[in-house]
């Protein structure tokens, strides 16, 4: 997210306001491509910049309904993009792909980010955090499954179906000091796996979005929450915002709002989201939504074309 601030004068008194410029991943129930919003936010509406549509790479291998989960910045304003099976550098100006990373074992990815020069890929399907060194596509697998339980498990292939996963991890970050920090969706709680400590207690649904924003580390479930942690759980409701809950994935914090996404929730997925969340919730419409933190203001909205078959998965 990148912050532009302006100085307004009103009357006697300076007034600061700052425009948000910030990208959206998305895909869509009905086909395999990737879509890649664009949007800026002054404070009173959203407005879009540009939209632009990013078909797979490998259009052997293109899942429909998947589109573009991770994303991360990369050199030179590219940024850096996960299909469900690919990962591709992207000129954000043109929409052209650039540069494709692939891998036989890449399986149902979903977050990414670059750490150290190096991008780190959740790599959901095959249980493991593959770190990949961008100028030699060489990538380096830290295994969530173990020599034991891997030999139990069908080989993986980037189309072939791994489930029932064992943990489906689904976001990774990093501390202060460099720890390694992953949220378990199956499991419902949040490891440092570097110290062996469980952060917070089992959420009420699955988890997405790890972030640390002023060294306070924030996250989603997909029912509707945003919790933030520092020594103790704080927990930002948003059906307290009288906002309609869909499935939330995509966050982006700072000092004074959040902005977060929400996928559709339609005939093929109410059933899961229903039972992850104990609600009765149908035909929720995409969109995202900026909250502020100070309760004096209402919600603001903007709802994606082709809302209803819409899926939101990061924002930068």
Request: hydrophobic share 35%; glycine share 6%; net charge neutral.
């Amino acid at each position: 997210m990148r912050k532009f601030y302006v100085k307004k004068h009103m009357g006697n008194i300076m007034m600061e306001s700052y425009t948000k410029k910030l990208i959206v991943s998305c895909g869509d129930f009905l086909t395999t491509s990737g879509i890649i919003t664009c949007l800026e936010f002054d404070g009173n509406s959203f407005h879009l910049i540009k939209e632009i549509e990013i078909n797979h790479p490998i259009p052997e291998i293109a899942v429909k309904g998947k589109g573009i989960t991770g994303m991360c910045r990369g050199k030179n304003g590219n940024i850096w993009m996960a299909f469900s099976n690919v990962i591709v550098s992207v000129e954000l100006d043109s929409g052209e792909i650039v540069e494709i990373i692939t891998d036989d074992r890449f399986n149902d990815l979903h977050d990414l980010k670059m750490v150290h020069g190096k991008l780190v890929a959740v790599n959901s399907g095959n249980e493991s955090i593959d770190t990949i060194d961008v100028l030699d596509k060489s990538i380096k697998r830290f295994d969530l499954l173990g020599s034991d339980m891997r030999r139990k498990t069908p080989e993986v292939s980037n189309n072939s179906n791994t489930k029932p996963h064992l943990h489906h991890v689904s976001t990774i970050t990093y501390n202060h000091k460099n720890e390694m920090i992953l949220g378990f969706f199956k499991q419902q709680r949040i490891i440092n796996v570097d110290n062996w400590e469980q952060i917070s207690t089992m959420m009420p649904s699955p988890i997405h979005d790890l972030q640390f924003h002023n060294e306070v580390l924030h996250w989603t479930t997909i029912c509707g929450k945003i919790f933030s942690f520092s020594g103790q759980t704080s927990i930002f409701d948003l059906s307290k915002c009288s906002v309609e809950i869909g499935w939330t994935r995509g966050l982006l914090v700072s000092d004074d709002s959040f902005i977060i996404g929400t996928t559709a929730i339609r005939d093929s997925n109410s059933n899961f989201f229903n039972v992850l969340t104990n609600t009765n919730v149908k035909d929720v419409g995409a969109k995202v939504t900026w909250i502020p933190k100070e309760s004096n203001r209402d919600p603001i909205h903007y709802i994606f074309n082709n809302s209803q078959t819409r899926k939101v998965y990061c924002i930068i």
